[in-house]
């Protein structure tokens, strides 16, 4: 080539706008109203994130990339669109699996973006830095998987992410990045054409007239009807026709955990207090968003009553959940706002309510126990039992019912679900379908960025460790996270001791901890309490500064049951050994 003919093209070349890989990750996600990343930075990640923050991509580093993780699924369940996690290569990308999985398991939208090593060398095995084939270790832990080679196609990636994470049942997704790929540079003309706005990312799926008629038609022959509002339905964000469902029916309701507060707890059809009678009694039972997994027995056994005496109406977007465990006799396949305005609209002046005999047996059985409660939870000893703190806990968020609550543990969580209301949808955070303990930091840490409302963790000490850690994060953002830990030494409780005398028991922790001490090392809040007075006390002052701050609530180590209320999953031996 001449000397002319170069200097004209270094001239053509200086005047050609030019976009990389990077650029077009960042500008994909944008475009598509992607506005929050969680993550961690490493190789080769690190730039994308300095970059997407100097883009105005609120960008949120985490200690570890679970956490992060759990934080984008979080997000992705409060928001109905799909939460980010970016990783680095190998390590990263395994640490952030769990929260992937449990993100499909739950039926949370979410996306783990994760940096990879080059093709080449991954598939001839030889050697590369943090090599692996993340693509094939994703794939049967969430919904889908694509890889992208070339800059050119970024932006189809990553709406078949979008799209794949949040259409139909929403779940997780994973979007391999090879490190190559952010280098490689185009035009940047071209570089924007090739981006894609996903339209309609969760279309409508409304239910078929028929499949409408034949559950209306049971549900007006039903005794005994019931309601199960599950998670599913807290997602939809369909708030108002599922209340005006609820009401207009005059059917009583049992929230599972995360979808307490889509009516108020303390809602006169609710049967939450009442858990027993109300599965076991009824005949006709509609289940919103709620599947018949372990939670719910699998629909059988004792408690369901007499075998043949439920008929089960089933709502879900996903029409293999139908007949997974017992036979679904009206199943209902659309989404929950769609198919509960279909019902609602034959709920006409033909509609009778349930039989008085069926709201009355739910009632007083639902105040017997409410008021059995009612003296445990006033309890101010110290050290406090659970039902003693839970009683000041209560009354914290009666008194906030905007504020998210964020709860994990064993005993923590079982006695927590049942005696703290809830009154506003999608302020229960919880461990969900898996029961996965770790969710607690993350959880708290999207919850107050999504929101931007206060949160209070509730937490079992053994559960916090999981995530404990990011209570650095939570100071560095500054955020409105108020931690409760209720530390009583251990494992469902704190007295376990090693037969043989040579090591602490298997299921405790280090006596009298101060967890308080983790939160002043990184300039939050510690405070330690001894009696549910100083506890309400401590937590409406962290809630009213908005402070991050972690308090540690002394509870007596031999309070607390085994299990984490999952019965008949804990094997029991039948062995006895001789010495
Ligand atoms: C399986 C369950 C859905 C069902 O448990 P049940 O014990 O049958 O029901 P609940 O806990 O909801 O309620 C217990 C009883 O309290 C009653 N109840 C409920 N709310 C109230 C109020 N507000 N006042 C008074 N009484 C109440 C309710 O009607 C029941 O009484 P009756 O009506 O009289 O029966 C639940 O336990 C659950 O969600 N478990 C998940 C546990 C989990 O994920 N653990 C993590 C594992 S921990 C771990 O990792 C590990 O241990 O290992």
Redesign the pocket.
């Known amino acids: 080539m001449s000397a002319v003919a170069q200097r004209v093209e270094t001239e053509a070349d200086a005047q050609q706008e030019l976009t990389d890989g990077f650029h077009l990750v960042i500008d994909a996600l944008k475009l598509n109203g992607i506005e929050t990343i969680y993550g961690v930075p490493g190789i080769p990640i690190t730039d994308l994130g300095r970059m997407a923050q100097a883009e105005g991509i609120r960008v949120v580093s985490f200690r570890h990339e679970q956490n992060a993780g759990n934080a984008a699924a979080i997000a992705g369940f409060l928001t109905k669109k799909p939460g980010v996690c970016l990783t680095v290569s190998a390590p990263g990308f395994l640490n952030g699996l769990t929260a992937l999985a449990n993100a499909t398991t739950n039926c949370f939208p979410m996306i783990l973006i994760s940096g990879s090593s080059e093709r080449e060398i991954v598939d001839l095995q030889q050697g590369d830095y943090e090599e692996m084939d993340q693509l094939a270790i994703a794939k049967p832990l969430c919904k889908a998987a694509f890889r992208v080679l070339h800059a050119a196609d970024i932006g189809i990636g990553v709406a078949r992410a979008i799209r794949a994470a949040v259409s139909g049942r929403p779940g997780g997704v994973y979007l391999d990045l090879p490190a190559k790929l952010f280098s490689q540079v185009m035009d940047a003309a071209a570089g924007e054409k090739s981006l894609v706005k996903v339209i309609d990312p969760a279309p409508a799926q409304i239910p078929g007239p028929a499949a409408v008629d034949r559950a209306i038609n049971l549900l007006k022959g039903a005794k005994r009807p019931l309601i199960i509002l599950g998670k599913g339905a807290a997602y939809a964000q369909a708030d108002e026709e599922i209340r005006a469902f609820v009401e207009k029916s005059g059917i009583p309701f049992l929230p599972?955990?995360m979808a307490k507060g889509l009516l108020p707890?303390t809602h006169p059809q609710s049967a939450?207090?009442?858990?027993?009678?109300a599965l076991k009694d009824s005949d006709v039972v509609i289940l919103l968003g709620a599947r018949l997994n372990?939670?719910?027995s699998h629909g059988k056994g004792k408690?369901w009553g007499e075998p043949g005496s439920k008929q089960f109406i089933q709502v879900d977007i996903e029409p293999k959940e139908m007949d997974s465990n017992v036979e679904i006799a009206a199943p209902l396949v659309g989404d929950i706002g769609s198919v509960v305005s279909a019902l609602l609209d034959r709920i006409d002046g033909s509609w009778q309510a349930p039989p008085a005999d069926w709201i009355e047996s739910i009632r007083s059985?639902?105040e017997a126990?409410?008021a059995?409660?009612a003296p445990k939870l006033l309890k101010n000893s110290s050290p406090m039992d659970f039902h003693g703190a839970l009683g000041s806990l209560k009354k914290v968020i009666a008194e906030r019912p905007d504020a998210i609550l964020v709860n994990e543990?064993?005993n923590t969580?079982?006695l927590a679900?049942?005696?703290i209301?809830m009154y506003q949808p999608r302020k229960r955070l919880d461990?969900g379908t898996w029961?996965v303990?770790g969710i607690g930091m993350g959880f708290a840490i999207a919850a107050a960025v999504e929101t931007g409302k206060p949160v209070l963790a509730v937490e079992g000490d053994s559960a916090f460790g999981f995530s404990g850690m990011e209570v650095e994060t939570i100071c560095r953002y500054d955020l409105p996270v108020t931690i409760v830990i209720f530390n009583n030494n251990g494992?469902?409780r704190g007295t376990d001791t090693d037969p043989t005398g040579r090591d602490p028991g298997t299921t405790v922790f280090v006596k009298d901890s101060r967890y308080d001490k983790m939160m002043e090392a990184f300039g939050g809040v510690g405070v330690n309490v001894t009696t549910p007075d100083e506890l309400y006390r401590a937590v409406s002052a962290a809630m009213d500064s908005g402070k991050p701050t972690l308090i540690n609530a002394v509870i007596d180590p031999a309070a607390g049951s085994e299990?984490?209320?999952?019965g008949s999953l804990n094997p029991q031996s039948v062995v006895v050994r001789k010495k």
């Open positions: 599972m955990s707890d939450g207090a009442a858990r027993s009678t372990w939670l719910l408690t059985k639902k126990n409410i059995k409660m543990g064993a969580l079982d679900r049942g005696i209301d461990v029961g303990m494992i469902y299990s984490g209320n999952i």
